[in-house]
C-alpha cells in the first residue's frame, strides 16, 4: 500500500501549522498536519459509512474553509473521484454539472445548502447529501466526523490513484468534466517547482475560490509539500493584505482581477500592510495585460511575479521568469520543464517560422495533459492531434522561443478579411489610466462580416469617452483593429476564475 502524503506529514512533522482559516472577525480556525490527518481520516469513514467507493463521484460546493481541505483529503484517502462545482452557478447550471458527473455524494457547506433543495428533482443520482460548517437541508455531517475514527481507512483499492475531475469554466458552452486518473507525472512536477523555486517553507494563501483548478491545484502542492496553507473564505482586497501582512504569506497563484483590485487599494491603506514577503505569484487563470503587470511590480517584489500559461485540462504549460516580464510584454514564456508545445496551422502543418505572422493552434503533450472529457470523448478526439492536445488558443514564437498567447480560436474576429486577437486589442485598452478592464469580440457588419466592439469600466471617477479611447487605440493599434463601436459598463460578467464571459456580452449582437 502506498503511502498518504498527508499521513507521511503527520507523522514527520504533525506539529506544523496546515491550514490557517482566518475570517477577519476573530474567529480563526487552525490545523496542524496530525489535526488534518485525523479529521480527515474521520470524514473518509463517513464517505465509506454511506456507500461512498473507490471510484465514485463526491461534488463538494463551498467557500474557503477548513472543511473544504479536509474534503479534498478524505475523497483522495477512499479513492473517489472529487468534483469541485462553483457555487456562483444559478440551479440549473448546478444541476446540470451534478447530474452530468453521476455523482451520489454531495458535500456542501452550509451556506449553499439550500441550492441542492432546490434542485433536488434534477439530480436523482444522488443519494447523500452531506451538509457541513452550520444547520441546512441535508444530513449534519459534522457530528457523523466527530464520532468516525481517526486512524487511516483501509480501502482494498488504495493503491490506485484517486481520480479528479473538475468541470470548465463553460465561457463559450456548457461546462465539460476534464477527467484525470491520476495527478500526473510527478517527475514533472518535481521539475517545475524546482523551477519556479517552492519550497517546504513556504506559506501560501489562496486568492480565488478553492474549485478553481488554479487556486485548488497550487494549494495541493503546497499540502503536499507540507506548506502552511491561508485561507481566504471569500476574497477582499483589503483584507487580502491584512493576510499577507499577518502570515508572511510567500506563495499564491492569482488571476488578474483580484491583483487588479489589490493594486487599486488606496495608497494610505495599502501603506498599513508588509507585503514583502511575497517570493512567488503565479500570474494566471486569464490573461495578465502589461499594464497590469507594471502595477504589480511597483506594489510587490518585482523578483515574484512569475506567468504560467495553461489550463484545467492540460496543466502548466509555459512559464515566463520574473527576469523577463518587463523585456517580453505580452509573452507568457517558454515551455515548462518536460513539456512539449507545437503550434499547428489550419492545414494542419507545423508552424516552425516565428514572429506575428507565424501563428497557429498551439498544442501540448505532457504528463499533465488530462486523460479525457467525461462522456464527451468525441470533443478529446477533436482537440486531439499525433498525440498532442489543444484547448483552441492561438499564439506564435519569437526568435528567442518566446511564446505569446493571441487568444483563444473561437474568439477570433475576422474583418475584412484580416484575422484580428481581441487579446491584443484587450492589453492595448488597459494601458490606458482610466480604463479598469475591457472585453472585446466581433458584432455583425454588413460591409466587413464583422467589426470590432469594446465593452470598458472606467476606473472609479474618472470620465472617459469614447473620442479619447480612440486617440490612445490609434497610439497603440492598426487602424483596422480599433473598435468601431463601445460600450460602458460597471462591471464584466466573469466566471468564478476570473475568466470574462464574453458570450454573454456577445450574445444580444447575435441573436437571430
Known amino acids: 500500500m502506498t503511502a498518504d502524503l498527508l499521513t507521511t506529514h503527520a507523522t514527520n512533522q504533525g506539529d506544523k501549522l496546515a491550514v490557517i482559516d482566518d475570517r477577519g472577525d476573530g474567529n480563526v480556525r487552525t490545523l496542524t498536519y496530525a489535526e488534518l490527518e485525523q479529521e480527515s481520516n ?17 461534488v463538494w460546493c463551498g467557500q474557503n474553509s477548513t472543511g473544504i481541505v479536509t474534503m479534498v483529503n478524505a475523497a483522495r484517502k477512499v479513492g473517489a473521484t472529487a468534483v469541485p462545482l462553483n457555487y456562483r452557478l444559478s440551479d440549473e447550471e448546478a444541476a446540470y454539472v451534478v447530474d452530468h458527473s453521476d455523482a451520489t455524494t454531495v458535500y456542501v457547506d452550509a451556506e449553499f445548502a439550500p441550492l441542492f ?3 433536488r428533482d434534477d439530480i436523482p443520482k444522488v443519494t447523500n447529501v452531506f451538509v457541513f460548517d ?6 449534519l455531517v459534522d457530528p457523523l466526523v466527530a464520532t468516525a475514527p481517526d486512524t487511516p481507512p483501509d480501502v482494498p483499492d488504495a493503491d490506485e490513484e484517486a481520480a479528479t475531475m473538475i468541470y470548465t469554466s463553460g465561457t463559450t458552452g456548457k461546462p465539460k468534466g476534464a477527467y484525470r486518473k491520476t495527478s500526473g507525472s510527478t517527475a514533472q512536477a518535481g521539475a517545475l517547482l524546482a523551477f519556479i523555486g517552492y519550497s517546504p517553507d513556504d506559506t501560501y494563501i489562496t486568492t480565488g475560490p478553492l474549485y478553481h483548478s488554479g487556486p485548488g491545484g497550487f494549494m495541493g502542492i503546497g499540502l503536499a509539500m507540507g506548506q502552511t496553507i491561508v485561507l481566504q473564505r471569500k476574497f477582499d482586497p483589503t483584507d487580502w493584505l491584512r493576510l499577507v501582512d499577518a502570515y508572511r504569506a510567500t506563495t499564491t497563484f492569482a488571476a488578474p482581477t483580484p491583483i487588479r483590485m489589490i493594486c487599486n487599494v488606496d495608497e494610505e491603506t495599502k501603506a498599513r500592510f508588509d507585503t514583502s514577503s511575497m517570493r512567488v505569484m503565479i ?3 486569464a490573461p495578465w495585460s502589461f499594464a497590469l503587470k507594471q502595477q504589480y511590480v511597483e506594489n510587490f517584489p518585482p523578483e515574484s511575479l512569475f506567468e504560467v500559461y495553461g489550463s484545467t485540462e492540460l496543466g502548466v504549460n509555459t512559464v515566463m521568469r520574473p527576469e523577463d516580464q518587463m523585456r517580453k ?3 507568457c514564456g517558454k ?3 518536460q513539456v512539449e508545445i507545437r503550434l499547428y496551422d489550419d492545414a494542419g502543418n507545423i508552424v516552425t517560422d516565428t514572429g506575428p505572422e507565424a501563428t497557429g493552434e498551439l498544442y501540448v503533450r505532457s504528463g499533465s495533459v488530462f486523460n479525457d472529457y467525461y462522456k464527451q470523448h468525441d470533443k478529446f478526439e477533436e482537440d486531439h492531434r499525433d498525440g498532442f492536445q489543444t484547448v483552441g488558443d492561438i499564439a506564435y514564437r519569437d526568435d528567442e522561443g518566446f511564446i505569446y498567447i493571441c487568444d483563444r480560436k473561437k474568439d477570433m474576429i475576422i474583418s475584412g478579411g484580416m484575422n484580428i486577437y481581441p487579446a491584443e486589442i484587450e492589453a492595448a485598452l488597459e494601458a490606458h489610466p482610466d480604463i479598469f478592464e475591457a472585453a472585446v469580440f466581433g458584432i455583425p457588419n454588413e460591409e466587413w462580416g464583422e467589426s470590432v466592439h469594446a465593452v470598458i469600466v472606467r476606473v472609479p471617477g474618472t470620465e472617459l469617452d469614447e473620442a479619447a479611447v480612440a486617440v490612445h487605440a490609434r497610439a497603440h493599434l492598426a487602424n483596422y483593429k480599433i473598435p468601431r463601436s463601445i460600450d460602458w459598463i460597471d462591471e464584466l460578467p466573469k466566471t468564478g476564475s476570473g475568466k470574462i464571459l464574453k458570450r454573454e456580452l456577445r450574445a444580444p449582437f447575435w441573436a437571430g
Not at 44 to 50: D, F, G, P, R, S
Not at 134 to 139: H, I, L, Q, V, Y
Request: overall charge negative; glycine content about 18%.
Open 283 to 285: 500570474a494566471n487563470a
Open 335 to 337: 515551455e515548462a520543464p
Open 329 to 331: 510584454p505580452g509573452s
Open 42 to 58: 474521520r470524514l473518509a469513514h463517513v464517505l465509506l459509512e454511506h456507500g461512498v467507493s473507490h471510484g465514485d463521484k463526491v
Open 117 to 119: 433543495e432546490r434542485v
Open 134 to 139: 452550520g444547520d441546512g437541508p441535508g444530513t
